[in-house]
C-alpha cells in the first residue's frame, strides 16, 4: 500500500542489478475497501499496492478522458464506465487471467451489461443506493416524531429544510444523482435526458438552497457520525459506516439510512483497467484477487455494500446479507431507479446547472 523506500546502505548492498519492486496502481472511492485487504494482496502477490482514493465520478472522469493517468484499476460507476468505454478508455479484460470470475454473480452481470456489453471491461466491485441519512435524534427533534425520514421531502420540501438547517444538512456533490433525486421528487423521469425537463430541477433547490450548509460526497460519514449535520443526502453503505463510527465512539448518536419511498437510485460501481494502464498484468491479479469470495466479502463486510459476487455471500455477516438496505429485497427493488449516461451536450447543461446550484444565484 504505501512505496517502501531503502536506505543507501541497503540500495547499495543490494547491487546495481537488482530489479524495480512490480507495482499496481488503484484508484478507488474513498471508505470502499478494508485496508486489511490492501495489505494481503501485496503479502501474497509481492506487488506494491499504491492505493488513491477520489469521491466523485466526475473528477475520475476527467482524467479517464484525458489519458496518462497512471493507473491500473479504476473504479466508475455504471453510466460513466459506458461513456468512457465508448471513448476508449478502457481495455478488454482477460478473462484467462481471471478465473475467480466463475464466483460472479449473474443478477447484477445482467443490470451491468446495461452499461458494459457482455461485461467485456469491467467487473462489478460494489453497488448500492443514493438517499438519505439522518441523526435520529435531531430529526425528530426538530420535526416531530413523524418526521418524513423515508421520503424526498425530508430534504426539498423548504418548510421541513427551514427547520433542519440549524442542525446541518449536507447534499451530495454528485449532479448525475442529485439532479434526477430532484426530478423523481417532483414526479419526472429521473434519467431524462430533456434539457426542459432537467431545468425543472433549479426551482426544486433553489427553494431548499439557503438550507444546505455544504456539497461534499465523502465528508458527511463522520459529520454524520460526530452529531456535526443531522441530515445527509448521501450512498447507502457510507451512512451505514457513520451508524457504525456513532456506535464505536458510544456518543449517543443514532444513525438511520433510508431510500426515498418515492424511488431511489441504485447504481453500480465497476473495476475496469485503463487503455494506458502501465501494469496491466498485475491489474488483472488485483481484480482476481477482489473476486476471490472471502476477500470480497471482508469488503462488504466493512464497508456495507453489497457486492457482485455470489459466492462471496456465504462468508456475509447477517448484519449485511440481511439488511434490505445492502441487499434489497424484491420490495424494496420495485423503488429503485437507474440512469443512462447523458449525450455529450446535455452533460453540458447538467454541470452547468450543478454549478448555478451549487454556488446559489
Ligand atoms: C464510497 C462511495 C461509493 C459510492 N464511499 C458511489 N458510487
Request: one cysteine or more; aromatic letters at 10%.
Amino acid at each position: 500500500m504505501t512505496i517502501k523506500s531503502l536506505s543507501l546502505t541497503a540500495v547499495l548492498a543490494l547491487g546495481a542489478t537488482v530489479a524495480q519492486a512490480e507495482e499496481v496502481r488503484v484508484y478507488n472511492w474513498s471508505d470502499y475497501i478494508d485496508e486489511d485487504l490492501l495489505t494481503k494482496f501485496e503479502e501474497e502477490t509481492g506487488i506494491d499496492l499504491i492505493y488513491d482514493v477520489f469521491d466523485s465520478n466526475e473528477v475520475l472522469e476527467t482524467k479517464m478522458l484525458a489519458g496518462g493517468s497512471g493507473y491500473d484499476v479504476v473504479v466508475p460507476s455504471g453510466s460513466f464506465l459506458q461513456r468512457q468505454i465508448s471513448a476508449g478508455a478502457f481495455q478488454k479484460l482477460d478473462m484467462a487471467r481471471l478465473p475467480n470470475h466463475v464466483n460472479m454473480w449473474d443478477v447484477v452481470e445482467k443490470r451491468t451489461a446495461q452499461y458494459d456489453p457482455d461485461n467485456a471491461y469491467s467487473i462489478n466491485y460494489m453497488w448500492g443506493t443514493t438517499g438519505i441519512g439522518v441523526n435520529l435524534g435531531k430529526v425528530k427533534e426538530a420535526l416531530g416524531e413523524d418526521a418524513p425520514i423515508d421520503s424526498w421531502s425530508l430534504v426539498f420540501d423548504p418548510t421541513n429544510m427551514e427547520k433542519l438547517a440549524d442542525c446541518g444538512v449536507h447534499f451530495l456533490d454528485a449532479p448525475g444523482e442529485m439532479i434526477p433525486a430532484a426530478l423523481k421528487y417532483i414526479g419526472e423521469n429521473p434519467d431524462s435526458h430533456d434539457p426542459d425537463v432537467i431545468a425543472k430541477a433549479e426551482a426544486v433547490y433553489m427553494a431548499v438552497r439557503p438550507y444546505i450548509q455544504k456539497f461534499h460526497s465523502s465528508e458527511y460519514i463522520n459529520a454524520l457520525a460526530n452529531g456535526d449535520i443531522c441530515v445527509a443526502v448521501g450512498w447507502s453503505g457510507d451512512v451505514l459506516q457513520a451508524r457504525d463510527r456513532a456506535a464505536e465512539a458510544e456518543n449517543g448518536v443514532e444513525i438511520a439510512y433510508h431510500a426515498p419511498k418515492e424511488g431511489a437510485q441504485m447504481w453500480f460501481d465497476q473495476m475496469a483497467i485503463p487503455v494506458d494502464a502501465p501494469n496491466p498484468d498485475a491489474a488483472h491479479k488485483f481484480l482476481n484477487f477482489i473476486m476471490d469470495p472471502q476477500n470480497m466479502a471482508a469488503a462488504s463486510n466493512y464497508v456495507y455494500y453489497a457486492n457482485g459476487n455470489k459466492a462471496s455471500q456465504e462468508f456475509l455477516v447477517e448484519d449485511v446479507i440481511g439488511d434490505p438496505a445492502i441487499y434489497p429485497d424484491a420490495a424494496t427493488l420495485e423503488n429503485l431507479f437507474t440512469t443512462t449516461p447523458y449525450p455529450a451536450k446535455v452533460q453540458r447543461v447538467v454541470t452547468r446547472l450543478w454549478t448555478k446550484i451549487k454556488s446559489g444565484t
